[in-house]
C-alpha cells in the first residue's frame, strides 16, 4: 500500500501563498485518485480538493475555489497543493488522502492518509 508524507506547511500571514507537497512511497501513485483535507481547531476534517488519476479531473471545495490548484506529477510519486490568498480562517492541519474509488472523494471513501502538516495564516 502507498504511503503518504506531507511537506511545506508553516507560518504565512494573511494573503499569503503556501505550496505543500505530498511525496509517496511503496506504490505509484498513479493507480490512485489523490486529495487533501483539513482540520481547524475544534473543527472536523473537510474536504479541500482531489485529483483523478491521469489529473485530467479536479475538484474543489467552494471555499477555495479561484484560490487553491490541485495537481499531481505521476513520475515524481508527489501530489501538490498551491494555497494562494489564504485566510486566518484556513489555519489547520493539512492531510494528503488517497483512494481508488468512483463516487465522490469524501472522509469515507479515503483508504490512505499521510499522518498532516500544520498551516498557521496569522491575521
Known amino acids: 500500500q502507498v504511503q503518504l508524507v506531507e511537506s511545506g506547511g508553516g507560518l504565512v500571514q494573511a494573503g499569503g501563498s503556501l505550496r505543500l507537497s505530498c511525496a509517496a512511497s511503496g506504490r505509484s501513485i498513479s493507480s490512485y485518485r489523490m486529495g487533501w483535507f483539513r482540520q481547524g481547531p475544534g473543527k472536523e476534517r473537510e474536504f479541500v480538493a482531489s485529483i483523478w488519476k491521469s489529473g485530467s479531473v479536479r475538484y474543489y471545495a467552494d471555499s477555495v475555489k479561484g484560490r487553491f490548484t490541485i495537481s499531481r506529477d505521476n513520475a515524481k510519486n508527489t501530489m501538490y497543493l498551491q494555497m494562494n490568498s489564504l485566510k486566518p480562517e484556513e489555519t489547520a492541519v493539512y492531510y494528503c488522502?488517497?483512494?481508488?474509488?468512483?463516487?465522490?472523494?469524501?472522509?469515507?471513501?479515503?483508504?490512505?492518509w499521510g499522518q498532516g502538516i500544520q498551516v498557521t495564516v496569522s491575521s
Open positions: 488522502a488517497a483512494d481508488q474509488r468512483i463516487a465522490t472523494m469524501t472522509l469515507g471513501t479515503v483508504e490512505v
